[in-house]
């Protein structure tokens, strides 16, 4: 069978599985709100709403029908509308069309004091200057005197225009197979304040992710929050770390819950779903209803999580799963999106840990201490440390899936397999919207750096590719791309799984709108197939070459040295030496053994290592009032 063909026949079969689903919902909509400024704000079925210094607008600005919202210069807050009757068992989905900058809320408040906010930043469509956005509404536990209103705020030098707000009840789903998550009040408050302070934050740091204790069908589990970045959490349904000493579920004693929208629906189900049948060592990942907190059951992603027993319970014996400390790493990237001159940090600012530090600080010390030190031989260029024939399937599944949100040094996940090579975990391949699925600069092949003249400043091109320095390596790798992108071998992996993607559209689009279709695996497998004689036939001078350009040492990012200055001086313990980072856009003194040393901006110095020594004092050298400490850790830890 011929791609064309292909192409044309999954999304029929898929889609027809589900067609009849999507024509029944609006049929049980229950409760819909709709605000469009045509009649008097007033009017409208239980909405009260009032407004601050705002007019309705005839003007030609509408997205539909005759008027909209105008939101003027000079204010900020200038739409509030009271919520009334919103149910906490009940999940709403709420979208509004906004042209120029809005911020969008959903706050509700107890006395002025206890309060959740939900933000509208989700964009699922733009038509002509207005951008749709979306937000779904869970509000558990709702005191009986709370309030519940829409906030909708804006800079005040732009004036800005809003239209047709609806808020939907979704229909509860008829599904006997429920997960019943619950927590009690005081255990609930506990997380709402982590989740509230998290949320008005850029990131989840550890600060934030802090267990608190619940139930999940009546069995006894501790849970926090989960995730990187606040997308996690800025929606009515929070992504979830859950944990027990005893198996919970598959055979599982930890696992994360998340909406789909998070790892792009059915995307990252197929992306594991190729890894498994290829062989490679993947987590669990399946879809479930879940009651939060005894609400209506919501449509939730199951990914396994890992620990100590991670290998074990997958391949039989014991090793640990190792990864890199990422939390100093967020701060970076958040300003260095916002400063174009900026650099975000590389690896080598980080260090090895495991899963599981208590079991591998006693019992399991030497196999993790073995495994970090074979990590760290590849990550120093010995490549024979890396099992060449999972690393190959790794990539080319990657290619074809665009997965490369996976290969970013810090949602890298590996062990050391039974051959004592290097052996990647698949995980985290997809983000909402496909956001990373440029990654790979619109080439076919992951390594084909043909017309990249630089070494990119971007997280996923790091060690793992110096693999493609060795043609051995790109011979194997050659081989796993052809046979993943064969027409039949695509034809056959979809067609078994027609009955899970129905499942997966069924159930998720009454709260999201989402590209259900998979020619994007077609279409990718196409262009491999097509670039593939040429990809095989590059010279070891391009890779050579492409290497070459890579950064040799640290590249800070010029923070200014504000507030939070810890998360931009780092001081790491390697071999003989301890290397200090300074991010930070001041010098800064570093004293220690009744020694100071000058550490420029933007740049590290090396000392030599005392390992008696365990933190370092920090001052700012043009202002020495500002002053603290930071530890210090091994590049390999000594786990605690």
């Not at 000493?245 to 995307?267: A, C, Y």
């Not at 599944?397 to 490369?404: A, E, G, V």
Request: aromatic share 12%; net charge neutral.
């Amino acid at each position: 069978m011929n791609f064309k063909l292909l192409a044309s026949i999954l999304p029929i079969l898929f889609l027809a599985c589900s067609a009849s689903n999507k024509a029944n919902q609006k049929d049980q909509e229950l409760f819909q709100v709709k605000v469009n400024f045509e009649d008097s704000l007033t009017n409208v079925s239980s909405i009260k709403t009032y407004v601050n210094k705002c007019q309705i607008d005839t003007i030609a600005k509408t997205i539909e029908g005759n008027k909209s919202l105008y939101l003027p210069k000079g204010e900020n807050e200038v739409f509030k509308a009271e919520l009334l009757g919103i149910e906490p068992s009940k999940i709403y989905r709420l979208s509004y069309w906004s042209k120029h900058k809005t911020v969008f809320k959903i706050i509700t408040s107890k006395e002025g004091k206890e309060r959740t906010t939900l933000w509208a930043n989700r964009e699922v469509e733009k038509n002509s200057g207005w951008v749709k956005k979306e937000l779904i509404i869970h509000l558990p536990m709702i005191a009986q005197n709370s309030k519940t209103e829409i906030v909708i705020n804006k800079p005040k030098d732009i004036e800005a225009w809003v239209d047709n707000i609806i808020i939907r009840e979704i229909p509860k789903s008829d599904v006997d197979d429920i997960f019943q998550l619950n927590i009690d009040n005081e255990e609930f408050s506990k997380l709402q304040k982590h989740r509230e302070n998290a949320a008005h934050s850029s990131i989840i740091t550890s600060k934030n992710k802090k267990w608190i204790k619940g139930t999940l069908n009546d069995q006894k589990v501790k849970m926090k929050l989960k995730g990187d970045w606040t997308d996690h959490i800025s929606e009515g349904i929070w992504s979830l770390k859950l944990s027990s000493k005893e198996e919970i579920f598959d055979g599982q004693k930890s696992f994360n819950i998340q909406t789909p929208l998070v790892r792009n629906f059915h995307k990252e189900w197929i992306f594991f779903e190729l890894c498994k049948e290829n062989g490679l060592t993947a987590p669990d990942f399946d879809f479930q209803h879940v009651s939060y907190y005894g609400s209506d059951p919501f449509y939730s992603a199951f990914e396994g999580n890992f620990s100590h027993h991670f290998v074990e319970r997958k391949l039989g014996y014991k090793s640990p799963v190792l990864r890199f400390y990422e939390d100093h790493i967020f701060p970076y990237y958040v300003y260095s999106w916002s400063h174009p001159d900026a650099h975000s940090l590389k690896f080598e600012t980080s260090y090895i840990y495991p899963y599981d530090d208590d079991y591998y600080s006693e019992k399991g010390r030497d196999s993790f201490e073995k495994s970090a030190e074979t990590l760290r031989e590849l990550i120093n260029g010995n490549l024979s440390m890396a099992d060449y024939d999972k690393w190959a399937t790794l990539f080319a599944i990657t290619s074809l899936t665009k997965s490369f949100h996976g290969l970013a040094w810090h949602n890298q996940r590996f062990f050391l397999n039974k051959n004592n090579k290097i052996e990647p975990i698949p995980y985290d391949g997809n983000t909402p919207a496909g956001a990373a699925e440029s990654w790979n600069y619109g080439k076919p092949i992951l390594g084909d750096f043909r017309g990249q003249n630089e070494y990119p400043n971007n997280p996923m091109y790091i060690f793992q590719l110096n693999l493609l320095k060795d043609s051995s390596f790109r011979v194997i790798y050659a081989q796993k791309l052809a046979e993943i992108s064969n027409p039949e071998y695509l034809q056959n992996f979809i067609s078994k799984r027609l009955a899970k993607l129905s499942e997966i559209y069924r159930f998720a689009s009454p709260y999201y709108d989402f590209d259900t279709s998979v020619t994007y695996l077609t279409q990718n497998a196409e262009r491999i197939t097509k670039s593939l004689p040429e990809f095989e036939s590059l010279p070891n001078s391009l890779f050579e070459d492409f290497f070459a350009k890579a950064p040799k040492q640290f590249e800070g990012a010029n923070i200014p040295l504000e507030k939070k200055l810890q998360d931009f001086v780092i001081a790491i313990r390697d071999g003989e030496k301890i290397k200090v980072i300074n991010g930070t856009g001041k010098d800064v003194k570093i004293e220690f053994s009744e020694k100071s040393e000058l550490l420029k901006n933007n740049s590290f110095i090396e000392i030599n290592n005392q390992k008696e020594l365990n933190k370092l004092k920090v001052i700012q050298n043009d202002d020495p009032t500002i002053t603290f400490q930071i530890e210090i850790v091994n590049w390999t830890p000594v786990v605690k």
